[in-house]
């Protein structure tokens, strides 16, 4: 799997919209983006991923750039709730030895009152 | 349909002692995974299974062991409980790849295990 960056921390205030950037310089073509978050101590949750084009679901937007090498999750309208650690996660879809999929340490999401 | 679930919560185990950290999932997902989370870290694979039958180790296997008899049940075994194995350990599951790329894996809600 391609590594990513993420920033350590970052802070956002409520009700705006808070970007979290990713940088996955190395990827390939069959390799897909993934976001989780993990709230608190909680189990990671899925939040949404992509492979070329842009995303929007229910929870957030992912939006890749042309080349690939970084994309940027959008939470809309960050609540309070919103305050996790979100994973940015890149791996192929299928073949023999994907299975090691590796969680960093994330970007520690403060959402501020 | 409860997802991924884990038991025992919470355990502290002696130096030396031995338990089993269980996981059973009621997706019928073929592909299931140990995690273990260390304070301010990321997720590390211990061990995977892609069915019943077939495990495989991950990133960081020494001190544990797991068997996968069934679809349902992935447990993890640890042998001779070391206080390194001081952790929070995730067990998760996902379906089988169906050609989207919606890999999801699905986590439980995490056993904390302390060992003294």
């Known amino acids: 799997d391609a590594k990513t960056t993420q920033p350590t921390s970052m802070d956002c205030a409520e009700g705006r919209a808070a970007n979290l950037p990713c940088n996955h310089s190395t990827i390939s073509g069959n390799e897909y983006v993934y976001w989780y978050r993990q709230i608190h101590s909680q189990g990671p949750q899925y939040i949404i991923h992509?492979?070329?084009n842009n995303e929007t679901n229910e929870m957030a937007s992912l939006i890749i750039t042309e080349d690939r090498k970084s994309s940027t999750l959008i939470l809309p309208h960050a609540t309070l709730r919103d305050t996790a650690v979100y994973y940015c996660i890149v791996r192929v879809e299928s073949g023999f030895g994907n299975e090691k999929l590796t969680f960093g340490t994330g970007t520690r999401l403060t959402i501020i009152p | 349909n409860a997802g991924v679930t884990q038991t025992p919560k919470f355990r502290i185990l002696k130096i030396g002692q031995s338990m089993t950290l269980q996981c059973a999932q009621d997706m019928n997902h073929n592909y299931m995974y140990w995690y273990r989370q260390d304070p301010g870290m990321g997720l590390k694979l211990i061990y995977y299974s892609v069915g019943a039958g077939i495990t495989d180790k991950g990133e960081v296997p020494n001190g544990y062991n797991v068997s996968r008899s069934t679809t349902e049940d992935f447990p993890l075994r640890l042998e001779l409980a070391a206080p390194s194995q001081t952790s929070v350990y995730f067990c998760?599951?996902?379906?089988?790849?169906?050609?989207?790329?919606?890999?999801?894996?699905?986590f439980g809600a995490g056993s904390r295990l302390t060992v003294l």
């Open positions: 998760a599951s996902r379906d089988r790849d169906r050609g989207s790329g919606a890999n999801v894996l699905t």
């Open positions: 992509g492979l070329k």
